[in-house]
């Protein structure tokens, strides 16, 4: 993990931005699908 960490850290600014910015929009959108299917399986429980 510490080595990914370096190679971040060699990369540009604005190319550090831009995978922060891709990382963080993948985060939500696991997220988001995880809530939709949990609600999803409630309702047919029902």
Same mark, same amino acid.
């Given at each position: 993990?510490?080595?990914?960490?370096?190679?971040? +850290?060699? #990369?540009?600014?604005?190319?550090?931005? =831009?995978?922060?910015?891709? /990382?963080?929009? +993948?985060? #939500?959108?696991?997220?988001?699908?995880? =809530?939709?299917?949990?609600? /999803?399986?409630?309702?047919?429980?029902?």
């Amino acid at each position: 993990m510490e080595a990914f960490g370096n190679f971040i +850290a060699d #990369l540009p600014p604005l190319l550090q931005l =831009v995978l922060g910015a891709i /990382g963080g929009a +993948a985060v #939500l959108y696991i997220a988001n699908r995880v =809530v939709e299917w949990n609600e /999803g399986r409630e309702k047919s429980k029902k």
